[in-house]
């Protein structure tokens, strides 16, 4: 069983809505059970994007699907949701990204883990911390580092 964290996002048709929604999909996998989900957080779009505000928040997964089986099945539920992909950093009814998959570091084409991008991303971050404040990356960097480390952004707690 492996200990894999989802961060949710989504600023299109009633955002909160969409993450109750995949949420409730989650937990509805095969071999995977939703262990645990932070509070919600908005938050204005990154780098200053002429979108609506985010709501993210981010999803603890004990699962036995190997990670593209679990990307396939998060990119399953993206396209339930209504998910279209038009732009880079366009705006999403749904955005699931695998953060962490246990301890394991994998890259190849359709998968980079830990997420590339979430050392820079409070969004991610803060409500990791939430549900793991002990954690401790593969590469063995501490959450409490990276978060020290965080570029500022505004962020509410719903
Ligand atoms: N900005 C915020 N605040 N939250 C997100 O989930 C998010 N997702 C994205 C981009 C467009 C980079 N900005 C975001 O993909």
């Not at 409490?144 to 707690?157: D, G, N």
């Amino acid at each position: 069983m492996i200990r894999a964290f989802v961060a949710l996002g989504s600023n299109l048709d009633q955002p909160a809505q969409q993450l109750e929604q995949a949420l409730a999909a989650l937990n509805a996998l095969p071999n995977t059970t939703l262990a645990g989900c932070s509070s919600f957080y908005t938050s204005p779009p990154m780098a200053g994007m002429d979108q609506p505000d985010y709501v993210n928040a981010v999803a603890a997964l004990d699962t036995t699907l190997a990670p593209l089986a679990l990307l396939d099945a998060l990119q399953g539920i993206e396209t339930r949701q209504g998910r279209e992909r038009h732009t880079r950093w366009g705006a999403r009814t749904l955005d699931l990204d695998m953060i962490l998959y246990g301890d394991q570091q994998l890259s190849c084409e359709r998968l980079t883990v830990p997420h590339y991008g979430m050392a820079e991303r409070a969004f991610v971050l803060i409500p990791l911390f939430e549900l793991a404040p002990d954690l401790t990356l593969p590469d063995g960097r501490q959450l409490t580092t990276l978060l020290a480390q965080c570029p500022p952004q505004t962020l509410f707690r719903r």
